[in-house]
C-alpha cells in the first residue's frame, strides 16, 4: 500500500513544479498594475526629484521662446509590419523605418540632438473616468498618446533609459467629441484594429500606408509645454524630456470605446492605466506659445 501511494505522489509532483517564465512581458504585469494608479508601485519605480506626470499651466511656467519641434520624416511612409500589441497594461506599437530606409526623428524644444522614434503607446480612463497622465490647466482629457524617442547617441532603450537626456516623450491628448467634425486616418486605423487584440498579448497586423505624422493629425504643435522628468511607468526612470501639447485632439467616443474593452492578464479590462501626479520639486516647465501673442491669448 504505502509504495503504491508514494508512486502516485512521485507522479503529481512534476505537476506541481512551475518552472520560473523566461517572457520578460509578463513580468511588468506580476510587479504592478494600474489598479491605484501608481500607489502601489513603490519598489519597482525610481524616486527623485523629476518624477512624470506633473500639473501643467500657463501660469506656472516660464513663456519661453523655444524653437518649435521639427518632425523629420514624419510625413514619409513607414515599412511594413505595422504591429499593434496588446501589452496588458497598454497598446503599443513598435516604430519601423520608413520605406526609403529612414528613421523619422524629431529636434528642437528642449532637445539638444536627434531624438529618433522607438514606439507609440496610449494611456486612458474608463467610461466614467479620464484617462490622460498630464494635467493641462486642470483639467485631464480623456487620452494621452505618448511617441517615445531615444537620444542617437544612445545605441537602444536600455541604454537610453540611464540618462538624464535619453528619451525624449510627445504627449498628445484626446478629447472625446460626439460628432468630430473630421476623420483623422493614421489614428483610426490604429482604433479600428484594437478589436483584434482585445486579449492580452493580443498581436494585429496594420494595413498601410501609414506615416507617423497621421498620428498628430491635425495638432497644433506651435503650443507645448517641456520639462525634465521621467517615464510613467516602472522603473519610471528619471530620463526623459517631456513635450506636452496643449491642445487636445478631438476623437470619436467609438474610437476611445476600443480602448476600454482591451484585456490584461486577467482577462479584466485595462482601465484608468495613468500615473498618479507626481510633486513638481521646483522644476522648471517651459511653455512655448505662438510669436504671435495674439495667437496665444486666443488659447
Ligand atoms: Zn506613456
Redesign the pocket.
Known amino acids: 500500500m504505502y509504495p503504491n501511494i508514494f508512486n502516485k505522489l512521485f507522479l503529481l509532483l512534476p505537476l506541481a513544479y512551475r518552472p520560473p517564465t523566461n517572457d520578460d512581458d509578463r513580468l511588468p504585469n506580476a510587479d504592478w498594475n494600474f489598479v491605484e494608479n501608481g500607489a502601489d508601485w513603490e519598489g519597482t519605480c525610481a524616486t527623485g526629484l523629476r518624477q512624470a506626470p506633473i500639473k501643467l499651466s500657463v501660469d506656472s511656467s516660464l513663456i519661453a521662446p523655444l524653437p518649435r519641434i521639427l518632425f523629420e520624416n514624419y510625413d514619409e511612409k513607414l515599412n511594413s509590419p505595422l504591429t499593434l500589441i496588446n501589452k496588458g497594461y497598454?497598446v503599443k506599437m513598435a516604430i519601423p523605418a520608413t520605406r526609403n530606409g529612414r528613421k523619422p526623428f524629431i529636434t528642437g524644444g528642449l532637445l539638444k540632438g536627434k531624438y529618433v522614434a522607438d514606439g507609440v503607446?496610449f494611456?486612458w480612463g474608463s467610461p466614467e473616468s479620464r484617462g490622460a497622465?498630464h494635467l493641462i490647466e486642470r483639467t485631464r482629457h480623456d487620452v494621452e498618446m505618448?511617441i517615445v524617442h531615444r537620444n542617437l547617441r544612445y545605441k537602444d532603450m536600455a541604454e537610453a533609459i540611464h540618462h538624464a537626456d535619453g528619451i525624449a516623450?510627445l504627449g498628445i491628448m484626446f478629447k472625446i467629441v460626439k460628432n468630430p467634425a473630421r476623420v483623422y486616418p493614421g489614428l483610426k486605423k490604429i482604433f479600428t484594429a484594437l478589436p483584434n487584440i482585445v486579449e492580452y498579448h493580443g498581436e494585429t497586423e496594420l494595413l498601410g500606408p501609414l506615416t507617423l505624422g497621421q498620428l498628430l493629425g491635425d495638432l497644433n504643435t506651435h503650443h507645448f509645454y517641456t520639462y525634465k522628468g521621467s517615464l510613467?511607468?516602472p522603473g519610471c526612470n528619471e530620463a526623459v524630456i517631456w513635450t506636452v501639447f496643449a491642445r487636445p485632439l478631438p476623437i470619436p467616443l467609438s474610437d476611445i470605446h476600443n480602448l476600454w474593452q482591451l484585456q490584461d492578464s486577467n482577462g479584466n479590462p485595462i482601465r484608468n492605466n495613468y500615473r498618479e501626479l507626481q510633486p513638481r520639486n521646483n522644476r522648471h516647465v517651459f511653455y512655448r506659445a505662438n510669436k504671435d501673442v495674439n495667437d496665444f491669448y486666443l488659447g
Open positions: 497598454t503607446h494611456h497622465e505618448h516623450v510613467t511607468t
